[in-house]
C-alpha cells in the first residue's frame, strides 16, 4: 500500500515555456501533499505543502507565481513550473501523507528529473 | 534555529553492521523518520519513532532519545543494495519535517 506515482519521470524543456508535474496517490486519499526539489547532493527542500481544496502554503523564498499547485482531488495534486529557466532544473519530488494531524508518514512520488534548456 | 545532524558519509564492508547516528534540535518534537535514498531515485520510507526505544524491523532497527535529542539507524548484515543516502527528519511542533542532510552509506564487499 502506499504508493505514490509521478509523471512525468523525466522532461527537457526550452527555456520560457512551462511544465506540468502531476502527482498521484494511488491507493489512499492524500489529505496533505508536500512538493520538494533536490539539487545534486543535496538534501530536499521543501518548496509548498498543499491540503485538497485548500490554497498551498509556499515556503519562504518560492514563488508561488512561478510554482503553481492545485490540489482539486484526494488523490491528485499539480506543480506548473511556469516560465521555466536552465536553473529551476532540478529534481521535483512529491509525497503525500493521509491525514494533516501530527506523525503521518509521508510516502514519496519516484521524482520528475526536469531540464531546461 | 532548528538543525539536524548526520555524519555526511560513511563506509561499511558486506555482512557487517552499521550505526548512522542523527541529533536534533528542534521546536517541538512529533515524531523523527528515517528515509533511503538511492542515487537518483525518491526516499523511500523506513521507520518512524515517536517513543523513547528501539524499533526493529527486520535488518533494520532505529532507535529514538528524545531526552538526549538522538536517534540511530541501525543496519545489520549489510548488503551492497544498502549502499544509499539515509536521510534523518524530525517533524516539529508544527508538523513540519525538518531534514537532514543524508548519511552517504558506501558498502564495500
Known amino acids: 500500500g502506499a504508493v505514490v506515482s509521478q509523471h512525468p519521470s523525466r522532461v527537457i524543456c526550452k527555456s520560457g515555456t512551462s511544465v506540468k508535474i502531476e502527482c498521484r496517490s494511488l491507493?489512499?486519499?492524500?489529505?496533505?501533499m508536500f512538493w520538494y526539489r533536490q539539487f545534486p547532493k543535496q538534501s530536499l527542500m521543501l518548496m509548498a505543502t498543499?491540503?485538497?481544496?485548500?490554497?498551498?502554503?509556499?515556503e519562504q523564498g518560492v514563488e508561488k507565481d512561478k510554482f503553481l499547485i492545485n490540489h482539486a482531488s484526494l488523490t491528485l495534486s499539480t506543480l506548473t513550473v511556469t516560465s521555466a529557466h536552465p536553473e529551476d532544473s532540478s529534481f521535483y519530488i512529491c509525497?503525500?501523507?493521509?491525514?494533516?494531524?501530527?506523525?503521518?508518514?509521508?510516502?514519496f512520488g519516484p521524482g520528475t528529473r526536469l531540464l531546461v534548456l | 534555529g532548528q538543525n539536524i545532524d548526520q555524519p555526511t558519509e560513511m563506509t561499511a564492508t558486506e555482512g557487517a553492521i552499521v550505526q548512522i547516528n542523527c541529533t536534533y534540535q528542534?521546536?517541538?518534537?512529533?515524531?523523527l523518520f528515517w528515509y533511503q535514498q538511492h542515487a537518483g531515485e525518491a526516499p523511500t520510507f523506513l521507520s518512524y519513532n515517536v517513543l523513547d526505544g528501539l524499533e526493529e524491523k527486520g535488518r533494520f532497527s532505529s532507535f529514538l532519545s528524545r531526552s538526549k535529542g538522538y536517534s540511530y539507524l541501525l543496519l545489520k548484515e549489510l548488503q551492497m543494495k544498502d549502499s544509499a543516502s539515509y536521510l534523518c527528519a524530525v517533524m516539529d511542533s508544527n508538523y513540519q519535517l525538518i531534514w537532514g542532510a543524508g548519511t552517504k552509506l558506501i558498502i564495500k564487499p
Open positions: 498543499s491540503n485538497e481544496g485548500s490554497k498551498a502554503t509556499y
Open positions: 509525497s503525500a501523507s493521509e491525514g494533516n494531524r501530527g506523525g503521518e508518514t509521508q510516502y
Open positions: 528542534t521546536s517541538g518534537f512529533n515524531g
Open positions: 491507493d489512499f486519499q492524500a489529505t496533505t
